[in-house]
Every structure is written in structure tokens, then in C-alpha cells.
Nanobody, 123 residues
Framework: QVQLVESGGGSVQPGGSLKLSCAAS????????MGWFRQAPGKERERVAS???????WYTPSVLGRFFINQDNTKGTAQLRMNSLRPEDTAIYYC?????????????????WGQGTQVTVSS
């Protein structure tokens, strides 16, 4: 397994923005899926957004229009831009990756994960 390196977590007020970054440089220049999952206390882990190196994206409905994911395949990096943040977005966010992959569909099970970074949205 490859551990991904995450950055960008923190605390923000409702309506604010954060950007999460993920590095998987050993996968640069490969056919690659990258994405973010999150888990809040008492809730199941859910996929937030994912992007294939062909440009296809997937978003969970609750973040549509607020979160935006992109991948720089030449570097093996991805970022998640989170805007108009709400308290219900509070969770630990985990980066995930898979060479190849079906992250543009409703079924994706990546093998590579980051350690997680806390995002807290509160007044």
C-alpha cells in the first residue's frame, strides 16, 4: 500500500472556504483516480468527490456546486476546493487513490489512503 500525503485541513466559519491537497507523486503520469472521502462522528464514511485522469468527476449530491476537485496528472496531485462550507461538512477527510479505477461511477473502492485531516466548520 502507498500512503498518500494530505494537507489543508483546519477550522473555518460557516460560509468559508478551505482547500485540501493530496500528493501521490509515485503515480504521476499514470492512468489515475484520486478522490476524497469523509467520516463524521456517528456516521458512515462517504465519498465526497473523485476525479479520473481523463477529466471525469463524481460528487456526492450534498456538495454539488460547492466543492470542486481537480487532478494534476503530471505531478500525481489532487486538490479539493471547498466553498460555502456548512457545519454538516465537519468531518475527517481522507484522500484516496487508485491506478486506473472507476471513480467516475457510483462504485469505487480505492486501495491507497491518506491518514486523514480534520475539517471543522463552526461559529
Amino acid at each position: 500500500q502507498v500512503q498518500l500525503v494530505e494537507s489543508g485541513g483546519g477550522s473555518v466559519q460557516p460560509g468559508g472556504s478551505l482547500k485540501l491537497s493530496c500528493a501521490a507523486s509515485i503515480f504521476a503520469h499514470t492512468t489515475l483516480c484520486m478522490g476524497w472521502f469523509r467520516q463524521a462522528p456517528g456516521k458512515e464514511r462517504e465519498r465526497v468527490a473523485s476525479v479520473h485522469s481523463n477529466g471525469s468527476t463524481w460528487y456526492t449530491p450534498s456538495v454539488l456546486g460547492r466543492f470542486f476537485i481537480n487532478q494534476d496528472n503530471t505531478k500525481g496531485t489532487a486538490q479539493l476546493r471547498m466553498n460555502s462550507l456548512r457545519p454538516e461538512d465537519t468531518a475527517i477527510y481522507y484522500c484516496a487513490a487508485e491506478q486506473g479505477g472507476t471513480c467516475y461511477t457510483d462504485s469505487w473502492h480505492p486501495p491507497h489512503w491518506g491518514q486523514g485531516t480534520q475539517v471543522t466548520v463552526s461559529s
